[in-house]
């Protein structure tokens, strides 16, 4: 199966080189789109050298810094049209391993619609977090679970494997929400399509350079989206009752606007 990691970043510049490379080493068949929404730091031209070096590495230049999730959407948008049949997302800043990528991958090959990279299943893990933050996150996803229904235990993971099919299936033109909100939001649509739904296990590390583009205003509309989502579910009743089978995957051990600068 062809798939096109997306790479959203901004402010990239200490780390795009070498997690470019260790995506090129994990899984040397997967091209990857670079999604830059015009870093200062010149992150897209560290991309673009990168993608001379290494090969199959696209960058695409946005005008302005629109969000994590308007990134996602144009790079699948883009993915979609060039016939890929996996579309991944995953962070630009080395917290998510590209070693586990291939794990994903053989995932959504099996049969999946959706691969998510876990924390909170089996062989998962965030080894540097202090417990507080393990227990806000941790009960953040209980939330979405009670509200939503989905019985998935990493909703808010940002490392994950699309099948080309689904994504086509829920409209994401429609899909508005960003950080936070956006990693809920499609488990939320991929399972209302009737996605089937894995976990695969993965370590989750805490940047080493750069700066975090968490907020509170990216936590507090995601908490508000699940809320309203939750209770136009049960009081007006939109969203339709597809069922869908969720397995969790045996961790292996080892295993807007934009213009478009593309690497040769």
């Given at each position: 199966m062809r798939?096109?990691?997306?790479?959203?970043?901004?402010?990239e510049?200490?780390?795009?080189?070498?997690?470019?490379?260790?995506?090129?080493?994990?899984?040397?068949?997967?091209?990857?789109?670079?999604?830059?929404?015009?870093?200062?730091?010149?992150?897209?031209?560290?991309a673009?050298?990168?993608g001379?070096?290494?090969?199959?590495?696209?960058?695409?230049v946005?005008?302005?810094?629109?969000?994590?999730?308007?990134?996602?959407?144009?790079?699948?948008?883009?993915?979609l049209a060039?016939?890929?049949?996996?579309l991944?997302?995953?962070?630009?800043?080395?917290?998510?391993?590209?070693?586990?990528l291939?794990?994903?991958?053989?995932?959504v090959?099996?049969?999946?619609?959706?691969?998510?990279g876990?924390?909170?299943?089996?062989?998962g893990?965030?080894?540097?977090w202090?417990v507080?933050?393990?227990f806000l996150?941790r009960?953040?996803?209980?939330?979405?679970?009670l509200?939503?229904?989905?019985?998935v235990?990493?909703a808010?993971?940002g490392?994950?494997?699309?099948?080309a099919?689904i994504l086509?299936r829920?409209?994401l033109?429609?899909?508005r929400?960003?950080?936070?909100?956006?990693q809920?939001e499609m488990?939320?649509?991929v399972?209302a399509?009737?996605?089937?739904?894995?976990?695969?296990?993965?370590?989750?590390?805490d940047?080493q350079?750069?700066t975090?583009k968490?907020?509170?205003?990216?936590?507090?509309?995601?908490?508000l989206l699940?809320?309203?989502?939750g209770?136009?579910?049960?009081?007006?009743?939109?969203r339709p009752?597809?069922?869908?089978?969720l397995?969790?995957?045996p961790?292996?051990?080892?295993?807007?606007?934009?213009?478009?600068s593309?690497?040769a």
């Open positions: 798939a096109l990691v997306v790479l959203p970043t901004y402010q510049a200490e780390n795009v080189a070498e997690v470019l490379r260790r995506l090129r080493a994990a899984a040397p068949g997967a091209d990857v789109l670079v999604v830059d929404d015009s870093s200062p730091d010149g992150t897209a031209a560290i673009k050298a990168a001379h070096e290494l090969g199959g590495i696209d960058v695409l946005r005008p302005t810094k629109s969000g994590l999730g308007s990134a996602y959407r144009a790079g699948f948008a883009e993915g060039r016939g890929y049949d996996v991944v997302e995953m962070d630009s800043d080395l917290s998510h391993d590209p070693a586990r291939p794990a994903l991958l053989r995932a090959e099996a049969g999946a619609d959706l691969a998510v876990s924390r909170y299943v089996p062989g893990s965030i080894p540097s202090p507080h933050r393990r996150s009960a953040g996803n209980r939330y979405v679970d509200v939503l229904d989905l019985s235990r990493d808010t993971s490392f994950r494997a699309y099948r099919e086509r829920i409209d033109a429609s899909v929400a960003d950080g936070y909100g956006f809920i488990v939320y649509r399972a399509a009737g996605g089937q739904i894995v976990e695969q296990p993965i370590e989750f590390v940047r350079r750069g975090s968490m907020s509170f205003r990216i936590i507090a509309e995601a908490l699940v809320t309203w989502w209770v136009r579910d049960r009081v007006v009743g939109r009752h597809l069922p869908f089978r397995h969790l995957a961790h292996s051990g080892s295993s807007s606007s934009a213009r478009s593309r690497v």
